[in-house]
């Protein structure tokens, strides 16, 4: 039995080489989601490092608070009314922004306050507005696990991605009443 030289298995695999290749890109439609999401995965971790960078360098900020969640915030504009209630409707304008700056939505850009049961809004939001006044203005940085974690909302917030809101306390509606709470507290 004659053995196949070196140069002889080269020039197979360099004429049979293609053709496996050509065999391998006939994915069927599993393998083909298995690779959307591992090049998904690498590009998630990748923006969780980003936002994990951001906060790490953020908290070091002069007037920026760092909850044991991870929320940080930093008061713009201290408030004199009511607090909301977990279950209290907040009336407030708002922005968010990635860490890169990109706005993805914004009240002002609609010239309309937005309303929201504080108990069906992100788990950052819930926080961060929970120990605010009506009047009150904060910066919201959230981590990605109190955003919208590993999924994405839509197509302009990546999953884990950490956000920044700018947001201002208008209001606070009682739970169950469509009355407001007068703005001093009282």
């Known amino acids: 039995m004659k053995l196949l030289s070196r140069r002889s298995l080269l020039g197979i695999a360099l004429a049979f080489g293609p053709l496996v290749l050509l065999v391998g890109c006939g994915e069927d439609p599993e393998e083909a989601r298995f690779r959307q999401e591992l090049v998904d995965k690498a590009l998630n971790d990748e923006t969780r490092r980003a936002g994990d960078a951001f906060l790490a360098e953020n908290a070091k900020q002069p007037g920026v608070v760092v909850k044991p969640s991870g929320l940080q915030y930093k008061v713009m504009r201290e408030g004199s009314g009511a607090k909301p209630g977990p279950k209290d409707v907040v009336v407030v304008h708002y922005e968010g922004t990635r860490i890169d700056g990109e706005v993805f939505d914004s009240s002002y850009e609609r010239g309309k306050p937005a309303r929201f049961p504080l108990n069906q809004v992100i788990r950052g ?16 940085y959230l981590p990605a696990d109190l955003a919208y974690g590993a999924r994405s909302p839509s197509h302009l917030i990546p999953a884990n991605s950490a956000l920044i809101f700018k947001v201002e306390l208008l209001d606070v509606e009682q739970e169950g009443s469509s009355e407001q709470r007068p703005a001093s507290g009282e």
């Open 125 to 140: 939001w819930s926080e961060g507005l929970m120990d605010m006044r009506a009047g009150g203005e904060r910066m919201l």
